[in-house]
């Protein structure tokens, strides 16, 4: 395939660095049909019609972009491996399931070996941009084409292309847009279509015809066609469309899953990189320490989002501004952090009170009232991921709020999610008071993960596993018996998919006959202390009937048993 | 009786609460003790409300007396039971003991107040409140009207009408109506932007952008006058922290005297300012190397500098004010109706370059008479009224020109008689030649005299207004000094109020390195020539971990979440997502 673009026409250059791509898997792939060929063409002559035409802004100015991305990674046509098309911006920025196994290899290689070129400062400075147009680029005709051979491994399209139609203003436009870019199976036939459509202009399947635009009356002839379909069309693409995945699961690799302990000793020793930049980078923020202190003192609270583990930060913040004063760290990442221990650690600690209370909202009028009467009173809370899962309920942000707002008490805390802003409504912003910090550190989030229970790791269970030993060593033999009896049963019931748990008197039977309790109010008392450590649940059935159910997964399960068989 | 009232008010939320605090402690002050707020969130039904409307009364009850009576109120608060005779009772018990036992304390307050004070009850916000709850409670509070004197008070942010829709017929014709609208959230940040920014008395001002950016935060975000006065906070402490040369932004009193003793660093920091060096740019040579070098003198020049600089703001302010009476009355507002975008437009260039101000005195000269006569009067009353001495001149001209006006009408009373004359002479000729001669000097009379008469002077008004403005609204950016009282530093304000973290993500994230190494093949590929590894079945244990590392990450961050529908898949939840 010749590449008629020359130094001229810029567009068309971009246009056809995906043949090469082509050309490579025609060499790879020897099986493939000539029809990829002529889809492949269908799609640069899109393009090409489109750039001249100039009809859409937006469209030209994506291209463009993707051009001057592709540029900046140094990749461009003129690359004599010929092998930079595939790594278009969308396929390194967006999170897409890699089409073969190798292909993420290939395109690590390649980047390997540019690896200079590939900052792109000007990308980083517009993120909006960026992030728009590698959903430009995600279906590039080369990715069009792999599609095509491997039928099985399609990603969803259809939020891309709903998105498509929104942009496009023009509905010729738009059926264009669709066609140069759809790429889910259900094309299939349009994509036919519209190579026909070619073909009946005797375009021959060489890309010389890409040079000479299609006459606008043909055109304009698809473009009735395609009204027809785009209703159809819309629906297609609101409907639920089928969603294939890869079946390649973690279990074919033929590895182990990590536990806790080990993948942290393992990330020990994987070196952090770029240590001398991030470390300067940390300073820059450290050196606004004095900053945050005025500002909280002038009655604004902050908060630190940005990229990276910001605890850290707070930490250095802690120790080297906060020695002197009275301070409450709140780790929010803990997954057992509620508002009722942040709360108590405040009237408990702080304040020096002794005595409970009725609830939240009573709590903290006290602490306000407190803080009211004393003004030398003083205290700053650093709270790590004020967004974590525990702490985002709308009443503890609610009470978190109130609290912050109160003139004496300084709060800094650290944001991580992505959404994270939406926690608070208009009240809350104004009572938060916030000043906001982009404190980007790129540091790994070690600790706020390590309680997380990962996808990953989640199997491993060690940590559940110590907390159910830890708590149940704290009870009595009774109750060890009785959870025993409860574990095993589940054990016993692991297969049965519509387990739904141990009905309360069923249990009940069970316990009275191994002699462990001796009326039911004994049980329900057992039960209660269970709940209460978290260590089982309760679900009422449809019947109205009480279920109780472990809620640990069964290996965990299964290594608890053993484990208390050898301490027996 | 039960009269009711309503208070309506905009979208706003966040001021509300400082709205009806204040209004409650005026009624405290001054009408009655007994005042109770209510928010919806807190009355899910009628027991919660009475719950809590006793609880409130109660311990305002408790605020006004002094503690001698905390026994006794504290118990009965343990024993009460939460009902309407409960609340009559209590009500009757301290409107009667004012009497009967009178302490010094009480007499002053309770003759600050009526001798059967109402109970006001507030409704903060009406339409959440359930329509049962509030039925309920309306109906009961009028069965007893007449042991209670009962006022509520309803928050609605909708529209009046709300109330009838909420409440049936025969519960609305229980109230006795009245309707208050408080000031819409645009007046108070008038008010604010003329308070604290139009006044020379008050040394720290904000550059055009700043403003724009606080006006454009108020207007698109939250119409929320406390994120307005955050926002000048904060302006306030970033400029009194980050310009070294604002130890000078005070009253010029005392900025005088600190500039007399300012140390030879801080001379130096002036040297810097470019405004100053533009200043020193001009000077002649001699000076020059002065000002550059000697520090009494650049203090004794610095001390004259900002006194300009007084004498400028007080002069610009009045006269911003008189331009934005004239351009308040043109149509299409060319320069804005609000003096606040005045205000902008005059602070971001030379006003009278820019197209608006050409076309708004293209307007202003074909107001009318009367027009021009009130805003000449309210400018003089303005100049009158302003702090600068350098006005005297400026109110006697636009005097003049009101006394012009004036002869103008009785001229053309006289006119009106010479034309009369003049027709009367025009019958008596007969000539052809005559008439036709006598027509056009007619008509060339009257075309010229009111030319000369009432558009001459109109034009010679703008063109006086149009002097002033080129004399007075030189942007400050031009001003010698300038720094010292401007903050201009817009992209921090952004930077701390209106924070994009979505983005502060995608850019950390868009940096392909980082990005990279989160899949543990492309880090294979990276680091060495053993690409073909990943697909390998022995994966590095270091990357594994790594991998695991980088997923759980994403987790946290809220990019991926685990999907129910198989094993080991994970949903993509940003950019594009599922």
């Known amino acids: 395939m010749s590449r008629p673009g020359g130094q001229g026409r810029d567009a068309l250059e971009v246009k056809f660095v995906p043949d090469e791509e082509v050309l490579k898997h025609i060499a790879e792939y020897t099986g493939m049909k000539v029809q990829k060929n002529k889809t492949q063409l269908v799609g640069s002559v899109k393009r090409f019609v489109k750039k001249l035409e100039n009809i859409s802004d937006d469209e030209a100015q994506e291209i463009l972009e993707e051009k001057n991305y592709v540029a900046a990674l140094g990749l461009c046509t003129q690359d004599p491996m010929g092998n930079g098309s595939s790594v278009s911006g969308g396929e390194v920025y967006s999170f897409q399931t890699p089409k073969r196994s190798s292909k993420m290899a290939e395109l690590a290689s390649e980047l390997a070996q540019t690896p200079g070129q590939s900052v792109a400062p000007d990308h980083s400075k517009c993120p909006d941009k960026t992030a728009k147009a590698p959903q430009n680029n995600k279906h590039t005709s080369s990715d069009k084409v792999l599609q095509r051979n491997k039928k099985k491994e399609i990603v969803s399209t259809t939020p891309y292309r709903l998105r498509k139609r929104l942009t496009a203003p023009d509905p010729y436009l738009e059926s264009e847009s669709e066609y140069s870019a759809s790429c889910s199976e259900e094309d299939e036939e349009d994509q036919k279509e519209v190579s026909t459509v070619l073909s009946g202009q005797e375009t021959p399947a060489k890309t010389k015809a890409a040079s000479t635009p299609p006459p606008r009356n043909t055109l304009a002839k698809k473009n009735k066609n395609k009204m027809g379909n785009l209703v159809e069309e819309y629906f297609e693409a609101h409907s639920s469309s089928k969603v294939l995945t890869s079946d390649r699961t973690l279990q074919k690799l033929r590895k182990r899953r990590l536990n806790q302990q080990t993948l942290h000793d393992l990330l020990k020793k994987a070196p952090l990189a770029y240590a001398a930049e991030i470390k300067e980078l940390n300073q820059q923020h450290e050196r606004l320490f004095s900053k945050w202190m005025l500002q909280l003192h002038l009655g604004f609270n902050i908060v630190l989002y940005g990229l990276g583990s910001k605890r850290d930060l707070l930490e250095k913040f802690r120790t080297s501004v906060l020695q002197e004063s009275v301070h409450l760290v709140v780790n929010g990442y803990f997954p057992s952090i509620t508002l009722r221990s942040i709360l108590n650690s405040i009237t408990e600690d702080v304040l020096n009170h002794i005595g409970t209370f009725r609830s939240p909202p009573d709590q903290l009028e006290f602490i306000i009232k407190k803080f009211k009467e004393d003004s030398s009173l003083e205290l700053y809370v650093l709270i790590h991921n004020l967004d974590s899962q525990m702490l985002r309920g709308e009443r503890s942000q609610q009470i978190l709020a109130q609290l912050s707002s109160l003139p004496s008490i300084y709060l800094i805390a650290s944001i991580d999610h992505i959404n994270a802003p939406l926690l608070w409504d208009q009240a809350k912003l104004s009572l938060y008071n916030w000043l906001w910090y982009e404190t980007t550190t790129f540091s790994p989030y070690v600790e706020e993960t390590s309680y997380e229970n990962s996808l990953l790791v989640q199997q491993s269970g060690s940590l559940a596993l110590s907390s159910l030993t830890h708590v149940l060593r704290s009870l009595t033999l009774n109750a060890r018996g009785i959870f025993r009896l409860l574990a095993q049963y589940q054990l016993k019931n692991k297969d049965n998919p519509s387990y739904a748990g141990l009905s309360f008197q069923d249990f009940y039977q069970q316990c009275r006959e191994a002699f462990l309790v001796n009326s039911d109010l004994t049980l329900r008392a057992q039960l209660t202390e269970f709940r209460d450590h978290k260590l089982i649940r309760t679900k009422r059935g449809a019947d109205g009937v009480e279920y109780l159910l472990i809620p640990v997964d069964d290996s965990t399960l299964a290594d608890f048993l053993e484990k208390e068989d050898e301490d027996i | ?578």
């Not at chain 2, 720290?204 to 952008?209: I, P, Q």
């Not at chain 2, 009253?251 to 040297?271: F, G, M, P, T």
Request: aromatic share 8%; net charge negative; hydrophobic share 40%.
């Open chain 2, 1 to 578: 009786m039960a009269s009711d009232q309503i208070r309506n008010k905009g979208v706003n939320v966040t001021d509300h609460d400082l709205t009806f605090r204040s209004l409650s402690e005026v009624l405290q002050n001054n009408i009655t003790p007994y005042i109770a707020l209510l928010e919806a969130k807190d009355c899910p039904g009628i027991k919660n409300l009475m719950q809590k409307l006793m609880g409130q009364l109660m311990n305002c009850y408790i605020d006004v007396d002094s503690s001698e009576d905390e026994d006794y109120v504290q118990v009965s608060h343990n024993r009460i039971r939460c009902s309407m005779t409960s609340l009559i009772n209590w009500y009757e018990h301290v409107t009667k003991k004012p009497d009967s036992e009178t302490p010094s304390k009480k007499r002053t307050s309770s003759s600050r107040h009526w001798q059967s004070p109402p109970v006001v009850v507030v409704f903060k916000d009406m339409e959440s409140f359930s329509t049962k709850v509030l039925q309920d409670f309306i109906v009961i509070s009028s069965q007893h009207i007449h042991e209670l004197p009962l006022v509520l008070i309803f928050g609605i942010a909708t529209s009046p009408m709300i109330i009838h829709s909420l409440l049936p017929h025969f519960v609305s014709s229980l109230l006795c109506i009245e309707l208050f609208q408080s000031l819409s959230c645009k007046d108070h940040l008038s008010t604010i932007i003329d308070k604290l920014l139009l006044r020379a008395s008050f040394p720290f001002k904000l550059g055009e952008k700043v403003l724009q950016v606080l006006i454009n935060i108020f207007l698109y975000h939250d119409f929320s006058v406390q994120n307005f006065i955050k926002g000048f906070q904060l302006c306030i402490v970033e400029h009194f922290c980050s310009q070294p040369v604002s130890v000078l932004c005070c009253q010029l009193v005392d900025a005088k005297k600190r500039a007399d003793s300012l140390s030879h660093d801080q001379c130096e920091n002036i040297r810097k300012l470019p405004s100053f060096r533009r200043y020193v740019e001009s000077q002649v040579s001699e000076k020059q190397i002065a000002l550059l070098t000697v520090d009494t003198y650049l203090k004794e020049i610095t001390q004259k500098l900002l006194e300009d600089l007084h004498v400028y703001h007080e002069n610009y302010l009045s006269v911003l004010r008189c331009l934005h009476v004239f351009t308040s009355f043109l149509p299409k507002y060319p320069l804005g109706k609000q003096i606040r975008e005045l205000y902008c437009a005059c602070l971001e260039n030379q006003v009278w370059e820019t197209e608006e101000y050409e076309s708004s005195l293209q307007l202003a000269r074909m107001l009318n008479k009367s027009d021009l006569v009130t805003m000449l009067q309210q400018c003089v009353e303005i100049f009158v009224s302003s702090s600068g001495k350098e006005f005297d001149n400026t109110v006697e001209k636009l005097k003049e020109f009101l006394t012009q006006f004036q002869k103008l009408e009785e001229e053309a009373f006289q006119e009106q008689d010479v034309s009369v004359s003049s027709q009367k002479e025009l019958q008596k000729k007969t000539d052809l030649y005559h008439l036709q001669k006598t027509l056009l000097e007619l008509k060339e009379s009257r075309r010229s005299k009111k030319l000369t008469k009432f558009e001459m002077l109109r034009f010679e008004v703008v063109d006086y207004i149009d002097s002033l403005v080129r004399n007075y609204l030189v942007p400050a950016n031009h001003k010698t000094l300038h720094e010292i009282m401007y903050f201009n530093t817009a992209s921090v304000l952004r930077e701390h109020l209106n924070a994009a973290p979505r983005i502060a993500l995608h850019t950390a994230l868009n940096n392909p390195y980082r990005y990279l190494k989160a899949f543990s093949t492309v880090v294979m590929g990276a680091e060495g020539p053993n690409a073909d590894a990943a697909s390998s079945d022995q994966v590095d244990d270091i990357i594994h971990a790594r991998f695991i590392r980088a997923v759980s990450e994403l987790e946290l961050l809220g990019f991926i979440k685990p999907s129910k529908q198989k094993t080991d898949h994970v949903a993509r939840l940003t950019w594009g997502g599922c």
